[in-house]
């Protein structure tokens, strides 16, 4: 028996033999942390081998009782693994055998309230070694030492190690790699958002009613006109129409009153658009682009869209959704200067814009995505881009609720009204600011969107002396004698003109129009007009500088005779060309001189093939023409002035006649500044020798013979020597002007044109006039400018180098053939005479006055011509109270030279024409205008 006192309950345990040495050890062993072989492996958790075991006696009994042993039961628990006192019962270090007895050497504890250290099984008994049970593995199996681990772990005995990841799985990033780093990027994320969120502040308003203005002056400093104020009426939300809002958000935002303030997506779609060509996108929600419409700029920059992220949350935390949809309907560009929705509905539509329906609200929706490219009166050709926006905008209305899709299916496109501009722009001031942005863009000064920032200070070349002095000329001899309501035609008269110093290239006066706001088309730079027979001095200018001549070997001079005859064949070109002169007339043998004078269009015809039509289309461009002038083609019909040229080139192109063949550029701008003190720099201008002197000078002397005998004896009013050639364009839809003194090169043109369609009218009938000609009202406007700009300045004359042999006289060549209605080449006069007031011998002390009178009326009149008209050879229609061209018009002034006492000429039937050959009271003028030199 055990020497151990006997416990409470403890059954038959003295019956139980004692146990081996080894059992002890083992038991031992075991109740201080397990086996050691469990400890030291996991492979080493079962019983050790059937052999071992018998040869340390260890053999099951016969009632299925075994020693206890570090063997784990049949099911491979490994109860002995547990320390004691780990379950609720106090655990032996042994299992009892089947009558309760205790193990030799451990204390005994009643069976009830015992578990033991083995699963018990079927009889009680503690779990057998490996050859006592049948259900047992075999000992030291390793599927026993597998199923040992597992359970053991399993039970929480112990765990084993996780095996070491090898090959491209070390690569890859574990789970709590990845979920490490989301946490990282969410937290650098948030704290971004935070502080920026706390670093952005809502900014000031940026005002646009603050914004500066352009000022544009006179050359001496007194200001022409503003531009730049803000055309914007503010109003409430409550003040615009349900359709106009609905047509906004369909166009801009349809979600707008449920999505937050800003949308990620939207953002990174746009970008991601952007990136890949599909055009510059902005993503922005209408909370956006108020922020950068109110709050900061048009700058695309990081910076500003950033701000404009952060100021827009917080915005919507501060303001409504009505209040800021009512702040971008009022700071909204839509174009013609009209900013919010109020200044647009008027611009566009003349209502309010509580008066908008669904149709041209729907247009003004669009235009907030490009208010200059969408207006589709200033720029037809984009109609078809703005129809498919105009459509977009409805279709969102539709999709949305806001808008039945029957009304929708029968709506038409609403167009919209002329621009009209601001009163500030009144007079010629809106058409000089027009001509002025146009020429500083044209040039590549500054882009008309830069101006549109303000702040700019535009000195003009304009002398508000010239200018005051060019309207009151259009005014009393134009404006003031149409009466529109009794004479239809007098609705279509337009004017136009422009003035040039020849020294300088400088504009110095620009009429424009009756009115600016009343007539948006600025007259002087339109191109739309053919400049008519203004254009044939440049074919003999190109003449003499390429020292052309005749299809018979004569050199072309201002006395070299051409045919006449109407509708003659244009010779020695390639195509069939025969033009008509005025009035069917034909002339016979006539000098270039005396063609010029009546403006004969078979001479000129002939003279551009002679010449060559592509050196003339290059001496025009060289001139001051833009290359670019429609119509301006390499042809014989260049001469007749089909061309159409505006008049400021015109003006251009004279004004380098007038300096003897050098061009200074055209300007129109001395100075410009920046917010009053950053100069910007204007263009170098080089003054360059266009054409020969020469050949500027001898023509100069033809066209002060058209102003002394030819179609443009008003000009005479003007008191200076002058210089100048009277056009007509087709059907006498436009008549010009081009004439210069050696101060001023001044081209002007009255035009005919339908107020409601734009399209060119005839003049006949304007005014009470028969019909309107170059040498009636446009030169009429050019004597009385000319007079008052030059008024108390010294008169200077021409001083002209004439071409070899330009004032020699020239064999006529045979007579052609049966000349129906030819007066005679020269009307009486001598070939090559003074009719430009070349010395031809004469005294210059002489009278010429006198000598002028006898040779233009008593001439006219022994001709047989009725002396009321100045001789039937002149063409002009008795009774034409203003003459004409012939060419043109059909003839001279009516009598002649000496028509009106004073030198006016012809400006009144039955004038003083005769054998007294008074000629005027311009006697000491007259010797003036002799006064040339040859070379």
Do not use: C
Not at 105 to 131: E, F, I, L, V, W
Not at 323 to 341: D, H, K, P, V
Not at 536 to 552: I, L, R
Not at 822 to 846: E, M, R, V
């Amino acid at each position: 028996m055990s020497d151990e006192p006997q416990q409470p309950n403890q059954g038959v345990a003295d019956h139980q033999p004692p146990a081996a040495p080894e059992t002890r050890g083992e038991a031992e062993s075991g109740t201080e942390s397990g086996t050691e072989s469990e400890t030291e492996s996991g492979t080493e958790s079962g019983t050790r081998s059937e052999a071992e075991n018998e040869a340390r006696g260890e053999t099951a009994t016969a009632t299925g009782s075994a020693p206890l042993s570090r063997t784990a039961n049949a099911t491979g628990s490994a109860a002995a693994n547990e320390p004691p006192g780990r379950r609720a019962d106090a655990t032996p270090d042994r299992t009892p055998n089947a009558t309760g007895n205790a193990t030799p050497n451990q204390r005994a504890y009643p069976t009830a309230n015992t578990t033991p250290d083995r699963t018990p099984n079927a009889t009680g008994s503690a779990p057998m070694s490996p050859t006592a049970h049948a259900t047992a593995d075999a000992a030291g199996s390793p599927a026993a030492d597998e199923a040992g681990i597992a359970t053991a772990d399993a039970a929480g005995g112990g765990k084993g190690k996780r095996p070491r990841r090898t090959g491209w799985r070390r690569a890859l990033p574990t789970w709590r790699m990845v979920l490490g780093g989301f946490l990282t990027a969410m937290l650098l994320v948030i704290g971004a958002f935070l502080l920026g969120y706390s670093m952005v502040k809502i900014p000031p308003a940026n005002a646009m009613a603050v914004k500066q203005a352009n000022v544009y002056l006179y050359a001496d400093g007194s200001e022409i006109a503003r531009d730049g104020e803000i055309n914007r009426e503010n109003v409430s939300l409550a003040q615009v129409s349900k359709d106009a809002q609905h047509a906004v958000l369909a166009a801009e935002d349809r979600d707008f009153y449920t999505e937050p303030a800003v949308d990620p997506k939207a953002m990174l779609r746009a970008g991601w658009n952007t990136a890949l060509g599909k055009g510059k996108q902005s993503g922005s929600t209408i909370t956006q682009q108020y922020v950068k419409n109110y709050y900061l700029g048009q700058e695309q920059t990081v910076s500003r869209k950033v701000k404009e992220f952060f100021i827009s949350i917080k915005l919507d935390r501060t303001q409504s959704k009505d209040e800021i949809l009512q702040g971008y309907l009022n700071t909204s560009y839509f174009g013609r200067n009209a900013y919010g929705i109020q200044a647009a509905a008027q611009a566009y539509y003349g209502v309010k814009a509580k008066d908008l329906d669904p149709a041209r609200a729907a247009y003004l929706a669009a235009l907030v995505n490009a208010p200059s490219e969408f207006d589709v009166v200033a720029h037809p050709e984009n109609k078809s881009v703005a129809l498919a926006r105009w459509n977009y905008v409805l279709d969102g209305m539709v999709k949305k609720g806001w808008l039945p899709a029957s009304q929708r299916a029968g709506m038409k496109f609403p167009m919209p009204k002329d621009a009209t501009a601001p009163t500030g722009m009144s007079g010629q001031r809106g058409y000089i600011v027009r001509a002025v942005k146009d020429y500083l863009a044209t040039n590549k000064i500054v882009e008309e969107s830069q101006l549109d920032a303000g702040g700019y200070q535009i000195t003009t070349t304009l002398q508000k002396r010239n200018q005051d002095a060019l309207v009151k000329a259009v005014d009393d001899q134009v404006m003031n004698k149409l009466d529109r309501k009794n004479r239809k035609v007098d609705n279509y008269v337009r004017a136009g003109a422009a003035s040039v110093d020849p020294k300088t290239g400088e504009l110095v006066a620009m009429y424009g129009g009756i009115d600016y706001v009343k007539q948006y088309t600025n007259n002087a730079t339109r191109r739309d007009f053919q400049v008519g027979s203004t254009f044939k001095p440049f074919v003999f200018t190109s003449a003499v500088q390429n020292g052309s001549a005749t299809q018979d070997g004569r050199p072309i001079t201002p006395n070299t005779y051409y045919d006449g005859t109407n509708k003659r064949p244009v010779q020695g070109w390639g195509g069939s060309y025969a033009p008509e002169n005025e009035d069917q007339r034909s002339y016979g043998n006539i000098t270039v001189r005396e063609a010029t004078d009546k403006s004969v269009n078979s001479v000129y015809a002939q003279m551009a093939a002679d010449v060559g039509s592509d050196k003339v289309k290059d001496t025009a461009v060289a001139l001051g023409l833009p290359a670019d002038t429609k119509d301006l083609t390499a042809t014989p019909s260049i001469a007749l002035g089909v061309a159409t040229a505006s008049v400021v080139d015109m003006a251009d192109a004279y004004a380098t006649v007038a300096n003897h063949g050098k061009h200074a550029p055209f300007t129109m701008i001395k100075k410009i500044t920046k917010d009053g003190a950053d100069t910007i720099e204007l263009p170098k201008r080089t003054e360059s020798q266009a054409v020969s002197r020469e050949a500027a000078d001898t023509t100069t002397s033809i066209l002060r013979s058209v102003v002394q005998n030819g179609t443009a004896t008003a000009a005479q009013a003007a008191g200076r020597p002058a210089a100048g050639k009277t056009g007509t364009a087709e059907e006498d839809r436009a008549a010009w002007f081009a004439g210069y003194t050696p101060e001023l090169a001044t081209v002007v043109s009255v035009m005919g044109q339908d107020p409601d369609t734009a399209g060119h009218e005839s003049l006949y009938g304007a005014m009470g006039l028969p019909r309107v000609n170059g040498g009636g009202p446009p030169a009429q406007i050019w004597a009385q400018y000319t007079g008052d700009a030059l008024k108390n300045t010294p008169v200077t004359d021409f001083d002209l180098q004439l071409q070899p042999g330009a004032d020699q006289i020239q064999p006529p060549p045979s007579e052609p053939g049966d000349n129906p209605g030819d007066g005679g080449p020269d009307d009486g006069s001598t070939p090559g005479a003074d009719t430009g007031g070349q010395d031809q011998g004469q005294d210059p002390g002489q009278d010429p006055g006198q000598n002028q009178g006898q040779g233009d009326g008593g001439t006219g009149d022994t001709n047989g011509g009725d002396p009321t008209t100045g001789g039937a050879g002149d063409g002009t229609p008795p009774g034409d109270p203003t003459g004409g061209e012939s060419g043109d018009v059909g003839g001279t002034q009516p009598g002649g030279q000496g028509g009106v006492p004073g030198g006016a000429g012809g400006t009144t039937p039955g004038g003083a024409a005769g054998p007294s050959g008074d000629g005027g009271a311009n006697t000491g003028l007259q010797g003036v205008f002799s006064g040339r030199t040859s070379p």
